[in-house]
């Protein structure tokens, strides 16, 4: 069940649709809340998302999601 999620999360994040991604990964995280792919793969959607707004030039936006994949993991480089 986990894989299946966090395949559908993966094939959602390469689609764009981020906040379908976000909802996939956090259903694996709320079955095992240690699993590093769920919170992986978290971070780098926020940071995906994070991305697509800012060429947008949604700055304002892009910095929302930067904030949260920062929180989420203080020591991603990205």
């Not at 959602?12 to 694996?28: F, I």
């Not at 769920?38 to 991305?51: E, F, P, S, Y």
């Not at 994949?69 to 480089?77: K, T, Y």
Request: no cysteine; glycine share 4%.
């Amino acid at each position: 069940e986990i894989r299946d999620l966090v395949n559908k999360g993966n094939a959602l994040m390469s689609a764009g649709r981020y906040k379908e991604a976000l909802d996939e990964y956090e259903a694996v995280l709320r079955i095992d809340p240690e699993n590093h792919y769920g919170k992986a793969n978290r971070v780098l959607t926020h940071n995906k998302w994070a991305l697509s707004f800012f060429r947008q030039q949604k700055y304002k936006e892009a910095k929302q999601h930067w904030d949260i994949a920062h929180q989420l993991n203080p020591n991603d480089p990205t």
